[in-house]
């Protein structure tokens, strides 16, 4: 049974920082390309961003690039988002997901085959 587990979310004052984690298993996790979404209440689920199987190559949302920042370690089985200078349009449930597609990095969110419960971030004003 695969299972997504994300972890880090809370509470932030804007211009801080937080660092996501999701813990993969029962899957083949070096095989599969993994992405961050979130959706803020009231709005659909978007594209935050996503990571190559191997690391070499990753794609950000505009709304983000420059401040955070999509690594893996796949020894470890986990993804990571590093989350810097945070903003108050930031505050959403963030979802961790895997996509089959390892040679690309998916932001369309029906290319990926998995996802986790999400965590909330939220950002103070």
């Known amino acids: 049974q695969v299972q997504l587990v994300e972890s880090g979310g809370g509470l932030v004052q804007a211009g801080g920082s937080l660092r996501l984690s999701c813990a993969a298993s029962g899957l083949s996790f070096s095989r599969y390309a993994m992405g961050w979404f979130r959706q803020a209440p009231g709005r659909e689920r978007e594209f935050v961003a996503a990571?190559?199987?191997?690391?070499?190559?990753?794609r950000y949302a505009d709304s983000v690039q420059g401040r955070f920042t999509i690594s893996r370690d796949n020894a470890k089985n986990t993804v990571i988002l590093q989350m810097r200078r945070l903003k108050f349009e930031d505050t959403a449930v963030y979802y961790c997901a895997a996509s089959r597609y390892d040679l690309r990095t998916p932001q369309d969110e029906d290319d990926y085959d998995y996802w986790g419960q999400g965590t909330q971030v939220t950002v103070s004003s």
């Open positions: 990571i190559k199987w191997s690391g070499s190559s990753t």
